[in-house]
């Protein structure tokens, strides 16, 4: 299976960077890609937050399957659960190509995809679809030309919610124009009023996460938490991709969008930690960039993550990824004679 995999790695990398993702995508679908089928668990890695109930605490992040259109195999990949999307309520086609840049050297991924998507309700009739198993989310954001973003997230939630096991409020792309102002006090608790309103109209009760930026200072990350903590929030993903290109050698760094990968782990993780410290703990974290192994999944964990997402790694590592690292935190819980809870923000104020 790794061998089929570095082959097909192989393969998708001598594409343009798009063309693979979508080929990939296209492959998994078919029943092309190798797949381990059960993620791997044991009663060290299995964990609850939010409502959802986790084989494991690795996760999915969004962006890969915008469209749902690999959700069963996804869900037999070793993830404790996935996301998809990002969701807009009307299709639209995104930026401009190319839009997306692998950053060899630096381990990293620079995109600047812009929401391109199939439309809400494609999207909820594909997850409407999708089999029994691990929980699946959906990220939600707004159109481009919208005159009201903020009213977009609720219509997503409208029409996709009662589909998707929990829905994640994106406003930390930095790929739509002006969408990251809605992290400001005032617009973020106007927007998150929309969504709990839009949630409560469902048949059944869904979590309600919102996803920040790793480019926030100390005094906008404590308007984040106490916004989330007021409207009921029930995660926080930290973090999205970033702007800055600190530290960054490849010839395509200049390229505009956001940069994702390696480069991203201690500013996501710095964000992590004070986010944490922030909300006290009260509010589940889930930990995302630049986790390519278990060390740097363990310390997202440590930092304050009640679980984690990876994405980029899985470009230049492939799925098997996902439950190397999940086999290799149940190896080193069971050694130091710990569990997922006290391994939680054990460590966090390293990143202070």
């Known amino acids: 299976m790794k061998m089929l995999e570095k082959m097909g790695l192989h393969l998708l990398h001598a594409l343009p960077p798009e063309q693979a993702h ?14 381990p089928g059960a993620p791997v668990t044991s009663d060290r890695l299995r964990c609850s937050f939010a409502g959802l109930h986790l084989a494991n605490p690795v996760g999915l992040a ?44 630096d381990r990293a991924i620079i995109n600047r995809f812009g929401f391109n998507n199939e439309g809400a309700r494609a ?3 594909r997850l409407s679809r999708r089999p029994a198993g691990i929980p699946v989310g959906l990220n939600i954001g707004a159109n481009k030309d919208s005159a009201d973003r903020a009213a977009d997230f609720a219509e997503v939630v409208r029409i996709a919610g009662a589909s998707a096991d929990f829905l994640t409020v994106n406003v930390s792309s930095p790929n739509t124009e002006k969408l990251r102002a809605l992290q400001g006090p005032e617009a973020l608790a106007a927007l998150l009023n929309g969504v709990m309103e839009a949630r409560d109209s469902l048949p059944e009760r869904r979590p309600i996460f919102i996803k920040i930026a ?28 970033t702007l800055s290109r600190d530290g960054i050698s490849d010839s395509q760094a200049d390229q505009a969008g956001g940069l994702s990968g390696a ?32 060390n740097d999944a363990w310390m997202k964990l440590a930092a304050g993550a009640s679980a984690i997402q990876i994405y980029s790694a899985l470009i230049y ?21 710990m569990t997922l809870q006290d391994l939680t923000g054990s460590g966090y104020r390293d990143w202070l």
């Open 22 to 35: 979508d080929l990939s995508i296209k492959a998994l679908a078919s029943g092309l890609v190798p797949l």
């Open 62 to 105: 969004a962006g890969y399957d915008k469209n749902a259109k690999a959700v069963a195999p996804l869900m037999r990949a070793g993830f404790g659960f996935i996301e998809l999307g990002a969701s807009t309520p009307r299709p639209q086609p995104g930026n401009p190509k190319p839009r997306l840049f692998r950053l060899r050297d």
């Open 123 to 125: 999207i909820a009739e």
């Open 214 to 241: 790793p480019d926030l200072d100390m005094s906008e990350i404590a308007d984040i938490a106490a916004v989330a903590k007021e409207a009921g929030v029930d995660a926080i993903i930290a973090t999205n991709t």
């Open 263 to 294: 480069p991203l782990f201690d500013r996501a993780t710095r964000v992590l930690a004070r986010l944490y410290h922030e909300t006290g703990g009260e509010i589940p974290l889930i930990g995302v960039g630049g986790i390519s192994n278990i």
């Open 317 to 337: 590592q492939g799925f098997s990824l996902a439950s190397e690292i999940a086999t290799g935190l149940d190896d080193r819980l069971q050694k130091q004679g």
